[in-house]
């Protein structure tokens, strides 16, 4: 395999397309939330902003084992391309859904976008050991990682901006095609690549094509161990996140641009502590951030959820102007950081523990297991604030299960991976 460098052609124009391609699934998501929260009924807008996240996931579940078995068998430089060209049509799609205000047409087109997302992640997982080795291979990661979490936060925050502003429902399609232009067009500049296992079928019978695939992931315990790392961190991130309305509302007492704040410092947190290990991490010694990386997720973010426990702030000036609300995002920001230090190594552990041959399909069967994690989370977070538990509480207890994850990482890489 050639090694190339990260600003070569090999990487810059996949950055881009992952990059934009998070960018217009947040904005649309985030567009769709806001637009029903002012033209439904509270009851309604409250269903469909629970529905919408489930929509988004529910592919990743249901087609990651035909998406990893597609991006074997053929040129995943080729099905990129044809990836942004099926968000390019969704795109379009969504301009008649927001003019026409049909919000079962916009689900519809939702998880459209949820179907093509869980097939372009084992495409961009999968082409990038075959681009980069070692040290390279960490910082390209890192990069995707930090481009990913950009566009998450870019795109809510504009998905909110541009829907409510004059001529939003125009405007707002307007940018998601625009962007999905750009997108398609750097998606063509990545250069072919060979497939990885040519010749190989497609199952499309869900069920079992899933556990075929989870027992393949299984029986190759690297594998096993990245996926399950790579999963907790989902979980951690979206208990985190699921948590940000809940506490603005119920313990700051504040508006939606103080939610909005702690979801742009969490996202830049986990975007820049992927950066951080792109620096940092080498591949001879790849798993050494994690541990403290862990303990650190733990610490600051039951100092998050002490510090959130005793504060009032009704906007984001005084928020600011609080110690305690400085403490706040401080810890909120280092545990993103960590976060991001923690996530990458597994990501580069799975992309090198398995076989090349079917490596986006171990990316497909780490997707399955990221999205029950977090459909889990979410409905375990969504009882406990029923059954009258806080934002701060569920958090607490979400750092001390981390303490309990950790630990297992810590037996299992010193028994079972010394060599890694």
């Not at 217009?24 to 033209?39: E, M, P, T």
């Not at 079962?104 to 999968?126: E, N, R």
């Not at 004059?166 to 399609?173: A, E, I, K, S």
């Given at each position: 395999?050639?090694?190339?460098?990260?600003?070569?052609?090999?990487?810059?124009?996949?950055?881009?397309?992952?990059?934009?391609?998070?960018?217009?699934?947040?904005?649309?998501?985030?567009?769709?939330?806001?637009?029903?929260?002012?033209?439904?009924?509270?009851?309604?807008?409250?269903?469909?902003?629970?529905?919408?996240?489930?929509?988004?996931?529910?592919?990743?579940?249901?087609?990651?084992?035909?998406?990893?078995?597609?991006?074997?068998?053929?040129?995943?430089?080729?099905?990129?391309?044809?990836?942004?060209?099926?968000?390019?049509?969704?795109?379009?799609?969504?301009?008649?859904?927001?003019?026409?205000?049909?919000?079962?047409?916009?689900?519809?087109?939702?998880?459209?976008?949820?179907?093509?997302?869980?097939?372009?992640?084992?495409?961009?997982?999968?082409?990038?050991?075959?681009?980069?080795?070692?040290?390279?291979?960490?910082?390209?990661?890192?990069?995707?990682?930090?481009?990913?979490?950009?566009?998450?936060?870019?795109?809510?925050?504009?998905?909110?901006?541009?829907?409510?502003?004059?001529?939003?429902?125009?405007?707002?399609?307007?940018?998601?095609?625009?962007?999905?232009?750009?997108?398609?067009?750097?998606?063509?500049?990545?250069?072919?690549?060979?497939?990885?296992?040519?010749?190989?079928?497609?199952?499309?019978?869900?069920?079992?094509?899933?556990?075929?695939?989870?027992s393949a992931a299984r029986a190759n315990r690297r594998v096993w161990f990245a996926c399950w790392g790579i999963s907790w961190f989902w979980v951690m991130g979206a208990t985190v996140l699921a948590a940000f309305p809940v506490l603005a509302r119920v313990l700051?007492?504040?508006?939606?641009?103080?939610?909005?704040?702690?979801?742009?410092?969490?996202?830049?947190?986990?975007?820049?502590?992927?950066?951080?290990?792109?620096?940092?991490?080498?591949?001879?010694?790849?798993?050494?951030?994690?541990?403290?990386?862990?303990?650190?997720?733990?610490?600051?973010?039951?100092?998050?959820?002490?510090?959130?426990?005793?504060?009032?702030?009704?906007?984001?000036?005084?928020?600011?102007?609080?110690?305690?609300?400085?403490?706040?995002?401080?810890?909120?920001?280092?545990?993103?950081?960590?976060?991001?230090?923690?996530?990458?190594?597994?990501?580069?552990?799975?992309?090198?523990?398995?076989?090349?041959?079917?490596?986006?399909?171990?990316?497909?069967?780490?997707?399955?297991?990221?999205?029950?994690?977090?459909?889990?989370?979410?409905?375990?977070?969504?009882?406990?604030?029923?059954?009258?538990?806080?934002?701060?509480?569920?958090?607490?207890?979400?750092?001390?299960?981390?303490?309990?994850?950790?630990?297992?990482?810590?037996?299992?890489?010193?028994?079972?991976?010394?060599?890694?």
């Amino acid at each position: 395999m050639a090694e190339h460098s990260l600003n070569s052609r090999h990487f810059i124009p996949l950055f881009i397309a992952q990059t934009l391609g998070a960018l217009n699934d947040n904005l649309f998501k985030n567009a769709l939330v806001i637009l029903a929260l002012y033209r439904l009924s509270p009851g309604q807008a409250s269903a469909l902003s629970a529905l919408s996240g489930g929509l988004f996931l529910l592919p990743y579940i249901l087609v990651s084992a035909p998406a990893g078995q597609l991006a074997d068998a053929h040129d995943k430089a080729r099905l990129i391309l044809w990836t942004k060209y099926w968000e390019l049509g969704l795109t379009v799609l969504a301009l008649i859904g927001f003019l026409t205000g049909d919000f079962p047409f916009l689900l519809a087109v939702l998880l459209g976008l949820g179907l093509q997302a869980a097939f372009f992640s084992p495409l961009k997982y999968g082409l990038l050991p075959e681009l980069f080795a070692a040290d390279q291979l960490i910082k390209a990661n890192g990069g995707i990682e930090a481009g990913t979490f950009a566009g998450i936060v870019v795109g809510t925050v504009a998905g909110g901006i541009l829907i409510l502003l004059p001529h939003g429902r125009l405007l707002t399609p307007a940018v998601a095609i625009l962007l999905a232009l750009v997108g398609l067009a750097s998606a063509k500049i990545i250069p072919p690549t060979s497939p990885a296992s040519p010749g190989l079928k497609l199952d499309w019978n869900f069920w079992r094509a899933n556990v075929v695939l989870l027992s393949a992931a299984r029986a190759n315990r690297r594998v096993w161990f990245a996926c399950w790392g790579i999963s907790w961190f989902w979980v951690m991130g979206a208990t985190v996140l699921a948590a940000f309305p809940v506490l603005a509302r119920v313990l700051l007492h504040a508006d939606g641009h103080v939610a909005t704040l702690l979801l742009t410092v969490f996202a830049v947190g986990v975007g820049g502590g992927s950066l951080v290990a792109a620096r940092f991490v080498h591949a001879r010694n790849l798993l050494h951030f994690v541990l403290p990386a862990g303990l650190g997720m733990s610490l600051f973010i039951g100092d998050f959820a002490l510090s959130a426990e005793h504060l009032l702030a009704p906007d984001v000036q005084s928020l600011l102007s609080q110690a305690a609300g400085c403490r706040a995002l401080f810890d909120l920001a280092l545990t993103a950081i960590c976060g991001g230090l923690f996530s990458v190594p597994f990501y580069v552990l799975l992309q090198t523990s398995a076989a090349p041959g079917e490596r986006a399909r171990m990316v497909g069967a780490n997707n399955v297991m990221n999205s029950i994690g977090v459909l889990l989370a979410g409905g375990i977070e969504a009882l406990a604030y029923t059954k009258g538990a806080g934002p701060a509480n569920v958090l607490a207890v979400a750092a001390l299960l981390n303490l309990v994850v950790v630990a297992w990482i810590w037996r299992v890489q010193t028994v079972f991976l010394k060599s890694v």
